[in-house]
């Protein structure tokens, strides 16, 4: 079983920066892809960004691409979500999730563990 522990959101000004983090346990990390999804009250959970076993390999939803860069550290067992020139409509619940299968999923059905979200507002 994967624990996953999401931190770092908060209330931002548009425009502003924020990086989430989540830590994962009860696996080896480097065997696991992961990926941010979002859930802005009365919408669907929808992908954000996904990156592969090894780094190598990312993806991004078409709304976040060249504002938000998703990273991992293997070592540190942790994946983070860089956000930057932050929008309204960016105020989401944001999630964090693990699969063991191979490449970068985009698809939420792909993922097998899920943490308890971390809250993001972003005033205009």
């Known amino acids: 079983q994967v624990q996953l522990v999401e931190s770092g959101g908060g209330l931002v000004q548009a425009g502003g920066s924020l990086r989430l983090s989540c830590a994962a346990s009860?696996?080896?990390?480097?065997?696991?892809?992961m990926g941010w999804f979002r859930q802005a009250p009365g919408k669907e959970r929808e992908f954000v960004a996904g990156?592969?076993?090894?780094?190598?390999?990312?993806a991004y939803a078409d709304s976040v691409k060249g504002r938000f860069t998703i990273s991992r550290d293997n070592a540190k067992n942790t994946v983070y979500l860089q956000m930057n020139s932050l929008k309204a409509e960016d105020t989401a619940v944001y999630y964090c999730?693990?699969?063991?299968?191979?490449?970068?999923?985009?698809?939420?059905?792909?993922?097998?563990?899920w943490g308890q979200g971390t809250q993001v507002t972003v005033s205009s």
């Open positions: 999730a693990a699969t063991g299968k191979q490449g970068v999923r985009t698809k939420r059905a792909d993922y097998d563990y």
């Open positions: 009860g696996r080896t990390f480097s065997t696991l892809a």
């Open positions: 990156i592969s076993w090894s780094g190598r390999t990312t």
